[in-house]
């Protein structure tokens, strides 16, 4: 009876142990499956986090764009358009102060860092979707070069007429030839304006 208890009792202790290895093996491919997502969670929260900070510059270097072309415009005769002016100036003071990127808390809860990453996207994607700032600054442009066109066609046609009436009225023909080289250059230029001299 003796050996029956002896054994009774070990086998308990067996299984007691065998029960506090399955408990102690899942306590730690909890842990271990836990500091996994939180890991991931991290990562994709930098991520995110770095997202917001390109898009940041390129707004702000796009802004920066913005008001150099509303200085160049502002000068007379640049454009004919001034709604257009009025409207790269109204995106500008629009678009103030922006926020940036939140910092990924690297402690505290996993839900936490995955709302920070979830905010820094969306802050990504307002400063990535506004594409009505481009769009007029776009249009000022194509407006200040249509003005400068209309500007270089009328100059030229006074300086083709200046060619024509000098035939035979100036003593050194080099002159003529030399307005005649920049008559030229200057309609390379207006077709492409990448020409070389």
Do not use: W
Not at 53 to 72: E, H, I, M, V, W
């Amino acid at each position: 009876m003796e050996a029956t208890t002896s054994y009774i009792r070990n086998h308990r202790i067996a299984s007691i142990i065998v029960a506090l290895l399955v408990v102690a093996l899942l306590g730690v491919g909890v842990y271990f499956g836990v500091r996994a997502d939180h890991q991931a969670a991290l990562a994709d929260c930098r991520q995110s986090e770095t997202a917001v900070n390109t898009s940041y510059k390129q707004r702000q270097a796009t802004l920066a764009k913005g008001a150099s072309l509303a200085k160049d415009a502002k000068k007379p005769g640049e454009i004919t358009d001034r709604k257009l002016l009025t409207a790269v100036k109204e995106d500008n003071s629009k678009a103030g102060k922006a926020p940036k990127a939140v910092t990924c808390p690297t402690g505290g809860p996993t839900k936490n860092i995955r709302q920070t990453a979830i905010d820094n996207r969306d802050l990504a994607a307002q400063y990535t979707g506004n594409t009505d700032i481009t769009r007029h600054q776009q249009a000022l442009v194509n407006d200040m070069d249509k003005t400068t066109h209309k500007r270089l066609d009328g100059d030229l046609a006074k300086a083709e007429q200046l060619y024509k009436d000098s035939d035979g009225k100036v003593a050194d023909n080099a002159t003529r030839d030399n307005l005649k080289k920049a008559i030229d250059h200057a309609k390379a230029v207006s077709k492409d304006p990448n020409t070389k001299n």
